[in-house]
């Protein structure tokens, strides 16, 4: 388990834990997305604990089930958060960042966890289904066809003795290495766990840990990073790219690089949107894009973003001759996850009175003070020559029908997932795909 492709840190202090993103929880972490590349990283601080063992992998597809339940909630708390701007954030990664701090949970710590985050109950199988479902990505990364990688890190105090049992739970199910900082030395131990950080998400998640989060009172920090990079199977042509009006919420326009191509692709639609699936190479991997069918319609379109609507969406796609048009976009987005993991129900897990974290060191020293993330993704028209031999072959049973037009030059959703599982990667929105930020 020592790839992974999504970004995220976890500290664990002895009297408080951080765990999110740089900066406040109304602040939109950096986020970047490229038909190629993405990246993100979680973090948990605690200040001043070991979970139970194994389990059988056979909770994998449940525990994806929960992580899209978990992604869609807490896409509608992060989206109050981002305003009218973009948005874009791995649930994946966070999930597993906030996997490997409930090995620690106890009692209702932990029972609001498993409520709010949408856990296996039961510690044995939750943690067998996030090593299962890493396991799973690194086979996709084992063929060559796309860059996936997903790392997990602890970073406890010097000295600061942990359950043993805590920690082989977390290096026998995530993978994590396990190095000891000195926090008192608080900038020395930031830069360590920040280039670690910048190592595995090839340099595009940068300050995971800004100035001022990590101080003396810092015992653990726990860091997810997940790093993704993929080709389309079927690459637009960069001379079909064309400026063209993209229509804003507010009724402006901006004018945005529109790429383009017609093929045949999965496609679903209803009266409110339509849905398109465009697969990366390898075809382990794609990006669904919700588009409404109104210029003004995403805000109506985010309130019906639910499991079971995503499944329903899916399971209506077929494979029609689609024209496509898709903006390039860059974005950057951070956050402070706490307070909306408060809103979620999780709430003991920051209060010092009350969190139970007596599985990570035997006693109740720990919670958690911070909660940071932060993701980036660029979309492009790269692609690669592979991809024409995973085309769609589609058998006429009637007279060729007209394309269906895709026209994405107004606000939209979409996500990155695991075709297999479902297993949402990353997810988020683009308002206008001229702002790089915030």
């Known amino acids: 388990m020592k790839q992974r492709v999504w970004a995220n840190l976890l500290e664990l202090s002895r009297r408080a834990v951080t765990i999110g993103a740089f900066g406040p929880e109304a602040e939109i972490m950096s986020t970047n997305l490229k038909l190629r590349w993405a990246a993100t990283a979680m973090a948990a601080i605690l200040g001043g604990g070991a979970a139970m063992g194994g389990g059988v992998p056979a909770t994998r597809q449940s525990q994806c089930e929960g992580n899209t339940a978990f992604a869609c909630e807490l896409y509608g708390k992060l989206k109050g958060t981002a305003g009218d701007g973009n948005l874009f954030f791995s649930p994946y990664s966070i999930s597993t960042a906030l996997a ?19 856990f296996e109950p039961d510690q044995a199988k939750r943690h067998a289904a996030f090593c299962a479902m890493e396991a799973s990505l690194n086979a996709v990364q084992k063929k060559g ?6 790392a ?12 043993e049992s805590f920690l082989g739970l977390i290096k026998g199910n995530y993978g994590a290495s396990v190095t000891p900082l000195d926090f008192r030395a608080t900038e020395p131990a930031r830069k360590t766990i920040n280039t670690w950080v910048e190592d595995k998400t090839n340099q595009k998640i940068k300050e995971l840990i800004p100035g001022g989060v990590l101080n003396t009172a810092t015992r653990l920090v726990l860091v997810n990073a997940i790093y993704f990079k993929g080709n389309w199977t079927s690459p637009f042509k960069a001379e079909a790219t064309k400026e063209t009006p993209f229509r804003l919420p507010s009724g402006q326009t901006v004018q945005a690089p529109l790429m383009f191509q017609k093929k045949h692709f999965g496609y679903g ?18 990006m669904l894009v919700l588009l409404p069918r109104k210029a003004d319609g995403l805000a109506a379109l985010e309130n019906s ?12 796609m077929w494979s029609p001759d689609v024209k496509v048009y898709l903006p390039k976009f860059k974005m950057t987005c951070q956050f402070g996850l706490n307070d909306s993991l408060r809103a979620m129900g999780m709430t003991d897990a920051f209060d010092p009175g009350k969190a139970d974290f007596s599985g990570m060191d035997g006693g109740r020293n720990l919670f958690i003070s911070a909660a940071l993330h932060k993701a980036f993704v ?17 058998g006429l049973t009637a007279l060729p029908r007209p394309p269906i037009e895709f026209r994405a030059d107004h606000p939209f959703i979409f996500l990155i997932r695991e075709k297999s599982t479902g297993n949402i990667l990353f997810l988020g929105r683009v308002v206008n795909p001229t702002v790089a930020g915030k």
């Open 269 to 286: 639609e209803n009266d409110e949107m339509q849905m398109l699936e465009l697969p990366y190479a390898g075809d382990d991997l794609s």
């Open 305 to 316: 973003l639910s499991p079971a609507n995503l499944a329903k969406w899916t399971a209506a």
């Open 100 to 118: 490997m701090t409930s090995a620690g949970a106890r009692g209702e710590t932990d029972g609001q966890m498993v409520k709010a985050l949408h």
């Open 152 to 163: 997990n890190s602890l970073w406890p105090q010097k000295g600061y003795s942990l359950l």
């Open 378 to 394: 660029e979309v492009n028209e790269e692609g690669t020559e592979a991809a024409a031999a995973t085309g769609i072959a589609m």
């Open 145 to 150: 066809q796309v860059k996936l990688s997903v």
